[in-house]
């Protein structure tokens, strides 16, 4: 079965430190990978996604993601978190275009000032 | 665009009562998804659409759940009798069928069964 693997359900950085939110998936033909990204009693919000074309994905806000498929990764970063970078990020799977997303837990990402 | 419409925001209902959740879809998308937000099992995919047409709903937990599609630009989630253990936020999402189209959420309902 499809799956994601979110390590850390909770990363703490300081403003202005690198964000660094793992995903790691499970698959045995090319898979499309997205990131999610949900405020507080908001709904989840596209960040980037990975469809097989370039490898280094960027996305809004700053962010942006490499499909790694020797380690089956697809970690999000950021260079330099902001404040307003605290939220729930999800990262996301499928493998067609009529499956459904399969998302994985979610990180909770705090930024300190 | 308005993007996906989800009505109410929050509900509150005694356990027991039959309990509506109701989303408008991006308009031209042709899957529909509905999914549950818990703190304990994350998001799950309830049921989804395409075409109108359920394809699968393996994910709804019980017989007391239905989800309806009676046209392109409404859908309806269904839980009758409600009991406190549903109480969670259910998001609506909508995308285009096609290899690696994104899915476009609403801002869920929060619901609470007392």
Redesign the interface.
């Known amino acids: 079965a499809q799956s994601v693997t979110q390590l850390g359900s909770h990363v703490s950085v300081s403003e202005g430190a690198l964000v660094l939110l793992r995903c790691n998936y499970s698959s045995s033909v090319p898979p ?1 990978l ?1 990131w ?1 990204v949900q405020y507080p ?6 960040l980037l ?1 990975y ?2 074309a370039a490898t280094l994905v960027k996305g809004i806000n700053g962010f942006e993601a490499e499909f790694k498929k020797s380690e089956t990764s697809f970690h999000l970063t950021k260079p330099s978190a902001h404040m307003s970078d605290a939220a729930e990020y ?1 990262c996301a799977v ?1 493998y ?3 499956t ?7 990180t909770r990402l705090s930024v300190i000032a | 665009d308005a993007g996906v419409i989800q009505s109410p925001r929050h509900e509150v209902t005694e356990m027991g009562q039959e309990v509506t959740l109701r989303c408008k879809p991006i308009s031209g998308h042709n899957s529909l998804f509905w999914y549950r937000q818990t703190m304990m099992r994350g998001l799950e995919l309830l049921i989804y659409f395409n075409n109108n047409v359920p394809i699968d709903d393996s994910g709804m937990p019980e017989d007391r759940f239905s989800a309806k599609m009676p046209n392109a630009s409404f859908s309806t989630l269904k839980i009758q009798p409600s009991e406190p253990r549903d109480s969670a936020v259910y998001f609506c999402a909508s995308s285009l069928t096609g290899r690696g189209t994104e899915a476009f959420f609403g801002q869920g309902t929060r619901l609470t069964v007392v």
């Open positions: 499309y997205f999610y009693n908001q709904g989840l919000q596209l996604k469809t097989s999800f499928s067609s275009g009529n459904p997303l399969v998302f994985g837990k979610g």
